[in-house]
């Protein structure tokens, strides 16, 4: 496991870890980056939380979260993490597979793929709601709804590259693998818990910080995805309009995989492009 994670609330690291120990993974590579905003009890607490669950962190770094800060921390833990395939996540999304992950990277050999590929599930609140959630409930009470936000509302790259090879190189945010294309037949589903209590301060700080240039950017293209969920929340109350036929929002679950999800995912893989100030969308 390669992964670069941020303040995120100690429950969700823990659930996080187990998610990925209950799919198989043995060994955890991550680094903490924390914005200069986060106060040090909470750093502290989360360094705790990794510790308490097994796992010391590779390494520790602050200060401003220019968008060049997680590609190079990624890499280095990948230098770190040696030969084989490495699986790649960040804290907010849990990946669900319909085989073992032993089988899945079987499969991807056999066909000659040296990644495999994921794509977004954004779960939400059944009210649309961005509310919080209780570890003895879980996530899946907390988010029942399972829908496409991130490319159809803020026009982001849906896809992430979910396993790779360690000689693969990656884009920044995992969302492609230079020269190399997974298999569009098998694609895992990634269940996005960003949607969560506390993200608007978090995307506000973002579009302030980028707009200004406190943090450096390459593109435009994060703070634009940003703007576009917090515009669309003050246009829907604060909250998220689930009954948007767009979103094709429903009822799903981390314990099985959407009967639909294959060709689901194969149709949005296959036919999405990336967004441009004009709305007509280009290939890549």
């Not at 943090?215 to 246009?235: G, I, K, M, N």
């Not at 767009?246 to 995989?257: E, I, N, P, Y």
Request: proline fraction near 7%.
């Amino acid at each position: 496991m390669i992964a670069v994670i941020g303040p995120v609330e100690p429950d969700l690291l823990a659930a996080w870890v187990r998610h990925y120990r209950w799919l198989g993974i043995e060994r955890f590579l991550i680094a903490f980056h924390f914005p200069d905003h986060v106060p040090d009890v909470r750093r502290h607490q989360l360094q705790a939380a990794s510790r308490e669950l097994g796992i010391i962190p590779t390494g520790t770094s602050a200060g401003p979260w220019h968008e060049h800060i997680n590609t190079q921390l990624r890499d280095a833990l990948r230098n770190r993490a040696g030969a084989g395939w490495h699986l790649l996540a960040d804290a907010d999304e849990f990946q669900q597979y319909p085989a073992p992950l032993s089988d899945v990277i079987a499969q991807a050999e056999k066909t000659g793929h040296r990644v495999v590929g994921g794509l977004m599930l954004d779960r939400v609140a059944a009210s649309g709601r961005l509310t919080g959630w209780q570890p003895e409930d879980g996530l899946d009470l907390a988010y029942p709804l399972g829908g496409h936000l991130t490319h159809r509302l803020l026009h982001g790259d849906p896809r992430k590259i979910v396993l790779a090879r360690h000689d693969v190189a990656l884009a920044s945010g995992n969302h492609r693998a230079p020269g190399h294309q997974p298999d569009t037949d098998h694609i895992c589903a990634v269940h996005h818990f960003k949607w969560r209590s506390g993200i608007l301060d978090d995307l506000r700080r973002r579009v302030r910080h980028f707009t200004t240039g406190t943090w450096q950017e390459h593109t435009p293209a994060v703070r634009d995805e940003a703007s576009r969920l917090l515009a669309h929340v003050r246009q829907h109350s604060g909250v998220i309009n689930t009954s948007d036929p767009r979103f094709a929002a429903r009822r799903v679950s981390l314990d099985r995989m959407p009967d639909s999800w294959p060709a689901e995912a194969r149709s949005i893989v296959t036919a999405w492009r990336p967004h441009t100030p004009t709305g007509q969308d280009q290939r890549q």
